[in-house]
């Protein structure tokens, strides 16, 4: 099993250029997450998909747009780049969605720097 | 929101005791630590609920106190390989979602 697989691992955009994250699990996990990791701020959600056919924002979801194409995948997309979104993007998974002994596992990260 | 944890750093020699602590302002539901090591992605080490069900590492205990809505990661015996930094994160009674603290970074010395 591969886990949680993120491409690419490192990205740099200008402002104002679009580009999608993509993430998939081979777990059979129900739930899929995307947070950011900026220094000295811990992980931050942005997006998150309980069940496959939902999606919900998070904490930070401003400027980003998520979809969950089926049960495995869950992308994140930046419409608009801007310097604020320099950051590390983490996706995640779990077998539910919370309220149980639902740990998450984490995928590598992408690296993302907007200039 | 965003749960507190204490200490922000902390340095050990090799087996040497360490205590994380992180507590929230919000009735919890679940507790969550992992640990993240430089450059990686963070890894699962244990989950409490509310009324004592939990899970995780053998080697890793914590606690969950429920009336003081805080939680501690006890690590004894440090070995090299406990550096990283330690985050909790937690779940308000039914939230599908975890926030997490800023970090406790954990370095064990020889």
């Known amino acids: 099993n591969a886990g949680v697989t993120q491409t690419p691992k490192f990205q740099v955009l200008k402002t104002g250029q679009s580009m999608t994250l993509q993430c998939a699990q081979d777990?059979?996990?129900?739930?899929m997450y995307w947070y950011r990791q900026d220094p000295g701020m811990g992980l931050r959600l942005i997006y998150y998909s309980a069940s496959e056919g939902t999606t919900d924002k998070g904490e930070v979801p401003n400027g980003y747009n998520v979809s969950r194409l089926n049960k495995r995948e869950f992308s994140l997309r930046l419409e608009s780049a801007a310097p604020s979104q320099t950051s590390v993007y983490f996706c995640a998974s779990s077998e539910h969605p919370g309220q149980g002994l639902n740990e998450q596992y984490f995928g590598p990260g992408t690296r993302l720097t907007v200039t | 929101q965003q749960p507190v944890q204490s200490p922000q750093a902390v340095i050990l020699r090799e087996g040497e005791d360490a205590v994380i602590n992180c507590s929230s302002s919000?009735?919890?539901?679940?507790v969550h630590w992992y640990r993240q090591k430089h450059g990686e992605a963070p890894v699962f080490l244990m989950i409490?609920?509310?009324?004592?069900e939990q899970k995780g590492h053998d080697k890793i205990s914590a606690s969950f106190n429920e009336k003081k809505q805080q939680s501690s990661l006890y690590l004894t015996a440090s070995q090299l390989s406990y550096s990283g930094t330690y985050f909790c994160?937690?779940?308000?009674?039914?939230?599908?979602?975890?926030?997490f603290g800023t970090g406790t970074r954990l370095t064990v010395i020889p």
């Open positions: 409490l609920l509310k009324g004592g």
């Open positions: 777990m059979n996990h129900n739930s």
């Open positions: 919000k009735a919890l539901y679940s």
């Open positions: 994160g937690t779940e308000w009674t039914g939230a599908n979602n975890l926030f």
